[in-house]
């Protein structure tokens, strides 16, 4: 049986708090080991991507604001997404509400472009949650009324949401003087969310993110609801002889992640873009799921994976520029670090056993 | 050539990524494990094989390598789901980025390049009946595929092996106490289904439609994963689902054809949002997926 060394996971009596805290910058360091092996291996300078990637982001006041300007999004829709997945409602259609929350959003500067007034942005966040939340409300309603799987449901609409935006683009909501680029009018001043800093362009929408993650910390945490959520995710059967309806389960993970999906689109058209375009989320939606997982689906934790995301995103822009790098590294990247992570939060739960300190006679795990 | 001639001489490689692809999710499912990477691993399979056609290497050994590299990728989906117990959505979903990513990376320099299809082989008579007789033109992947097909269909139905594949998803404690290797079942599924993936984004980009662009799986392989279901775990179900979905994206070239005034975008939607639909319909039967369905789907094994 024991011919060949290997180690077996064996659960722990109580899950490893310790473990809990290091699998995030584990996963994360051995993501970067294996991805500067492979950009040795297509002959690029190891250091020079490891320089543009990690340090480049700190190292002026100009390039962190970016990375805060990216970390808005994220923060939003992990948020959101985290307390689906902790319910154990599997909701990876965020890239699709993102697009609806830009294009509820665009809706007011694209039909008024001469309305003016201080009201014009919040509403239009405010549209743009309502529109993520509307798609989302698709998936929630297939799933507790036709039973129809989420995942799928979900994603198919996401690829439903992005011809739908091309349709905007290239038909009726195209602008006019535009050159035929497939985008809209440049959206008028009082469309966009107030800037935060002078001579950056981060804006209020981060406060927003903020707010709404203390809002989520104590969702999950203090309120009875976010408790029937956990319990409906870590034990179904408990849930249900408690009287806590699955339904009302998936209907609420669906309309939170839908309505914070859609309104960091909403803050993305009105901030850094500033009009509606083809290439308004460069995989936000996806890779929301790998900051909520690398959070360890805590509203704190994800405040911190949000940055580590966002970093990855700048980073992986300046190595285009600096060491010739594909911006397709990126999404590699993002998913070997899931995939580690993965593999290091196993740990929390389990321990490795080496065959020659077990003793077959006196455990009956081994037989 | 009318719209329906039209269709039924293509529908059966517009079929083939479908097929391939969901056949090989359907066997990895029924062991009990759900593998959600299949885009990613259609996705690498695409690139690798366009890139040996490209270089002179030829469509034999291009799927070859499409198979090997897609079997690889979906071994490390084993090794962290199996291995490490880890929860099968996230893994497959990362699998399936990875996956997509490594294809936009080695597929950068191709972008918008073409290769040369394969010819098409006639079944002498067949082919020359009116209307129909495009079924039966098809190359010779189409047939092997069929080919596959019912060998997978007689696996399930006849052997020994089918037998012990259904009793690892069903119930992997009840196989495990009989003696069956249950990790090692599982990680042939999972290898077998990473092959088909990579056969199914090999003709995807070498013969259905032989050129590369980065992204050009476009939803096929989450499609497929849709079919296992539509199929309710059956061969010859996915078998028609996935005529059906060689229908309908053939249904928006034809719709252009004709000079149908819809949106391209809505047309391009179509397999999508029909997706959709038929995944609300099949699913409203609570019974016929609880029948049909594999017992411990998604949930790590633990002795």
């Known amino acids: ?367 | 050539m009318n719209a329906i001639e039209f269709i039924l001489a293509g529908m059966l490689a517009a079929a083939t990524p479908f097929l391939l692809a969901a056949l090989g999710e359907m066997v990895t499912e029924r062991a009990g494990v759900l593998n959600l990477g299949v885009e990613g691993l259609m996705a690498l399979g695409a690139v690798i094989a366009f890139i040996v056609v490209y270089h002179g290497g030829g469509h034999f050994l291009a799927f070859i390598a499409a198979g090997l590299s897609a079997t690889l990728l979906s071994l490390v989906f084993a090794f962290v789901a199996l291995g490490f117990r880890a929860n099968q959505v996230a893994t497959g979903l990362a699998i399936g980025i990875l996956g997509q990513g490594l294809s936009a990376l080695f597929g950068k320099t191709y972008e918008s390049l073409t290769v040369k299809g394969l010819p098409k082989i006639a079944i002498p008579g067949l082919s020359d009946i009116p209307v129909i007789g495009g079924l039966f033109e098809q190359d010779i992947v189409v047939w092997l595929s069929l080919l596959a097909t019912l060998a997978i269909w007689a696996t399930f139905a006849f052997t020994k092996t089918g037998l012990v594949i259904r009793a690892v998803g069903e119930n992997p404690k009840a196989a495990h106490a009989i003696g069956y290797p249950v990790i090692t079942v599982r990680v042939a599924a999972i290898a077998f289904g990473g092959m088909m993936a990579g056969f199914a984004g090999a003709y995807a980009s070498v013969i259905y439609t032989p050129l590369w662009a980065d992204g050009m799986i476009a939803g096929r392989g989450w499609i497929a994963i849709a079919l296992v279901v539509f199929g309710t775990w059956l061969t010859g179900r996915i078998f028609l689902g996935a005529c059906l979905f060689g229908a309908v994206s053939l249904m928006s070239l034809a719709a252009q054809a004709t000079g149908l005034d819809l949106p391209s975008q809505l047309l391009s939607s179509l397999p999508y949002i029909v997706t959709i639909i038929v995944l609300g319909i099949i699913s409203a039967d609570r019974r016929l997926l609880k029948l049909n369905g594999v017992a411990s789907l998604g949930e790590p094994f633990e002795r």
Not at chain 1, 74 to 96: S, T, Y
Not at chain 1, 101 to 126: E, H, K, N, R, Y
Not at chain 1, 185 to 194: E, I, S, T, W
């Open chain 1, 1 to 367: 049986m024991s011919s060949f060394a290997l180690p077996t996971l064996v659960r722990r009596q109580r899950a490893s708090l310790k473990a809990t805290l290091i699998a995030p910058p584990a996963a994360l360091a051995v993501a970067i080991v294996l991805n500067l092996i492979l950009y040795v291996i297509m002959g690029r300078d190891p250091l020079a991507v490891l320089h543009a990637m990690i340090l480049e982001p700190f190292l002026s006041w100009a390039s962190f604001s970016e990375v805060l300007l990216k970390t808005g999004p994220l923060l939003l829709i992990a948020q959101g997404l985290a307390i689906g997945f902790r319910a154990k409602v599997f909701n990876i259609g965020a890239e699709g509400q993102f697009i609806l929350g830009a294009i509820f959003a665009s809706a007011i500067p694209v039909w008024f472009p001469q309305a003016t007034g201080g009201w014009i942005w919040p509403v239009m966040l405010l549209l743009g949650a309502i529109g993520g939340a509307l798609w989302a409300s698709i998936t929630a309603f297939w799933r507790v009324r036709l039973n129809a799987n989420e995942i799928l449901v979900s994603l198919m609409l996401s690829l439903v949401a992005a011809q739908f935006l091309y349709y905007l683009l290239l038909g009726p909501w195209k602008d006019p003087a535009g050159f035929n680029f497939p985008q809209s009018v440049m959206f008028q001043y009082d469309a966009m969310v107030p800037t935060l800093i002078a001579g950056t362009r981060l804006n209020v929408s981060i406060l927003i993110a903020l707010a709404l993650s203390i809002v989520a910390w104590v969702f999950m945490e203090k309120s009875f609801m976010g408790y029937k959520l956990q319990v409906g995710g870590l034990a179904p059967r408990a849930a249900g002889y408690a009287g806590f309806k699955e339904s009302r389960a998936i209907w609420l993970s669906l309309l939170i992640g839908g309505f914070a999906a859609g309104l960091a689109g909403a803050a993305e058209v009105a901030g850094p873009l500033g009009q509606l375009q083809r290439s308004i989320s460069t995989g936000y939606g996806y890779a929301a799921i790998i900051v909520a997982y690398l959070g360890a689906l805590h509203p704190i934790g994800i405040i911190i994976s949000s940055v580590v995301m966002a970093v990855i995103y700048i980073g992986g822009d300046n190595a285009m520029v600096s060491a010739n790098l594909p911006i397709a590294a990126v999404r590699v990247f993002q998913g070997s670090l899931l995939l580690a992570y993965l593999i290091a939060v196993a740990f929390v739960r389990y321990r490795l056993e080496w065959p020659h300190k077990a003793r077959p006679a006196t455990t009956g795990s081994t037989t």
